[in-house]
């Protein structure tokens, strides 16, 4: 079976975020691929590497990045909704005139077509949201 | 072409378990998930609800979300199956489609 | 064999209290440069997004509601609206907006997108998609 997840909710506010990674290494272990995680709405503050939290809690964006890179996973940052709530990679530093980034390893930011592309190429579209 | 739909919220915070069920054909099945676990307890205002459906749609919750909340198996409405995650990606390959009630 | 899924986007939010609303649509508009079979259905708090006479000056933030009088020219003909999602809100088909479409097998007629139906008829209409998108 193959996957597009689509993750709704930033990390903590909402458990979405850490549902979604549970949910993809099931999906791995049982030898599924996971074609593409998507995140939109404030899913997208799923990606900023300047979180720091508490030592003994989940640390939520690196576990995404440690899941990508291990799994070589597609993680993707939707452009729009990264643009209003401040998601920031060299590319759209330079565009948008902004003084640094944030965007964390393993994240990269694209357009909506990525979400619709997935749910075209994959079997099944998993929804982790509030 | 039976379908999964996912409930991830309280049905004493949000309609959502509500709308699953009014929208979910006979053979399909529901997953309470995150806070949705809460609507898979008996003894409570939607527990007859969920029990009323259940000649048609098959009801499962997600056993890590039960533990994490202090939810004994032992509360739970007769025929509400526990899954672990590797049942809940088992039960999105067993149906059609994924329909999220958020 | 064709490769056009049918996309159902299933809006159940209220508009401005969430930004859910209006990015749902941004991924219908988006969407719909891949030429599939779409579908919008509005149940629950999702049926006030269509309302009509939506004025948001005082707020100042963006009112978006005239987006959904252009789906038309994006080539989204099926609005399903959810006749027990009206009823419980006291609604009718009367306080929604005029949404149409025309259609290019008669003529460019302009025809009503906005079909209203029961709930038995939006499960099964959510049954014959092919991916369900919710927000």
Redesign the interface.
């Known amino acids: 079976?193959k996957?597009v997840i689509?993750v709704?909710e930033g990390p903590y506010n909402h458990?979405?975020s850490t549902?979604a990674l549970?949910?993809v290494?099931?999906?791995l272990?049982?030898g599924?691929e996971v074609f593409r995680v998507f995140f939109?709405?404030d899913g997208v503050n799923n990606s900023t590497r300047y979180t720091t939290p508490p030592q003994d809690d989940l640390h939520i964006v690196n576990t995404w990045s440690d899941l990508a890179s291990k799994n070589d996973l597609d993680l993707v940052v939707c452009v729009?909704?990264a643009q209003r709530r401040g998601i920031v990679d060299e590319g759209e530093q330079e565009r948008n005139g902004k003084d640094g980034n944030n965007i964390a390893p393993g994240f990269r930011i694209s357009?909506?077509?990525q979400?619709?592309?997935g749910?075209?190429q994959a079997d099944?579209?998993?929804?982790?949201?509030? | 072409m039976p379908i999964l739909h996912?409930v991830?919220k309280s049905p004493y915070e949000r309609n959502s378990l509500d709308s699953a069920i009014s929208h979910a054909l006979k053979g399909s099945s529901v997953i309470m998930?995150?806070?949705g676990v809460y609507g898979a307890m008996k003894g409570t205002a939607h527990a007859d609800k969920v029990s009323g459906a259940m000649k048609d749609v098959s009801f499962y919750v997600l056993g890590?979300d039960l533990k994490a909340r202090g939810i004994d198996e032992s509360k739970l409405i007769d025929g509400v199956k526990v899954v672990?995650?590797?049942g809940?990606?088992?039960l999105?390959?067993d149906n059609d489609?994924?329909s999220?009630w958020? | 064999m064709s490769?056009i899924?049918n996309?159902l986007y299933l809006n159940r939010r209220a508009p401005y209290g969430t930004?859910?609303a209006w990015?749902s649509l941004?991924?219908v508009l988006?969407?719909a440069?891949?030429e599939?079979d779409v579908s919008l259905a509005f149940v629950d708090d999702g049926v006030y997004q269509i309302m009509k006479g939506q004025d948001t000056s005082e707020l100042g933030i963006k009112n978006f509601s005239p987006t959904y009088s252009a789906l038309g020219d994006y080539d989204v003909q099926k609005i399903y609206v959810e006749k027990e999602s009206l009823d419980a809100r006291g609604l009718t088909v009367d306080d929604l907006l005029d949404l149409k479409y025309e259609d290019e097998d008669d003529d460019w007629a302009e025809k009503d997108s906005i079909k209203v139906v029961s709930a038995d008829e939006l499960a099964k209409i959510i049954d014959d998609s092919d991916?369900?998108?919710?927000?």
């Open positions: 079976m996957y689509q709704n458990e979405a549902s549970n949910f290494r099931a999906a272990d049982a599924h939109y709405h729009a909704a357009g909506l077509g979400l619709v592309e749910c075209i099944r579209l998993v929804v982790f949201g509030d | 996912t991830n998930f995150e806070d890590p672990d995650y590797s809940f990606v088992q999105t390959v489609k994924v999220a958020t | 490769d899924k996309f930004v859910y990015e941004e991924v988006i969407g440069a891949f599939q991916v369900v998108l919710s927000f």
